[in-house]
Every structure is written in C-alpha cells, then in structure tokens.
C-alpha cells in the first residue's frame, strides 16, 4: 500500500512563494510518476505538473513559468515551488503516485492566496 503525505500548504500573499512536499510511503512498490493537482472550490481538479522518475517533467500550460516540480527519488518525495502566487492559485493541493496497481492520491493541502 502507498501512502502519501502532503505538506507546506498555507496562507500566502500575493507575489509569495510556498514550497509543497509530498512524501510517499511505498513498500515494495515501485512509483514511476508523480504529481500535483488542485481542485479549488466549485471547480474541478486540475493538472498542476507532474514527473516521472526520470526527472521528465510536464506543467499546465498556465502555470509553467511560476511553478516548479522536482523529486528525490531516494527519498520517494517530490516538491513543487510555487511562485508568484496570485489568488487564483487557492486551492486543495492534491498530490499523486503511479505504479503499476494504479494511482494513489494524498489527502491534499490548503493553499491560500487571498485577494
């Protein structure tokens, strides 16, 4: 079973700069990607960027010159700096791993940008 443990969410002002973590607990499973999503109220969850083991990473097309993905496969953890943030980036930050069982999902973790 994998579990995954998402923090840094938080409370930011505009222009900021948050730093999310998600840890994942895999046994012997092997993850291949991993990612973030958002889901912000009312809305549906959206592709935040994602990474696979090897480092190849894809971004939403919006977001791709404030946000930056990264891993530590070593460590089973993936990052992504947020920067820039405007309120249109509060949301549940939702992280996730692929192995071949299928996708795992975190509980998520608050980011709020007020306006």
């Known amino acids: 079973q994998v579990q995954l443990v998402e923090s840094g969410g938080a409370l930011a002002q505009p222009g900021g700069s948050l730093r999310l973590s998600c840890a994942a607990s895999?046994?012997?499973?092997?993850?291949?990607?991993m990612g973030w999503y958002r889901q912000a109220p009312g809305k549906e969850r959206e592709l935040v960027a994602a990474?696979?083991?090897?480092?190849?990473?894809n971004y939403a097309d919006s977001l791709k010159d404030r946000f930056t993905i990264s891993r530590d496969n070593a460590k089973n953890t993936i990052y992504l700096q947020m920067n820039s943030l405007k309120p249109e980036d509060t949301a549940v930050y939702y992280c996730?791993?692929?192995?071949?069982?299928?996708?795992?999902w975190g509980q998520g973790t608050q980011v709020t940008v007020p306006s």
């Open positions: 996730h791993a692929d192995s071949r069982y299928g996708r795992y």
């Open positions: 895999v046994g012997a499973i092997n993850i291949y990607n």
């Open positions: 990474i696979t083991s090897g480092g190849s990473t």
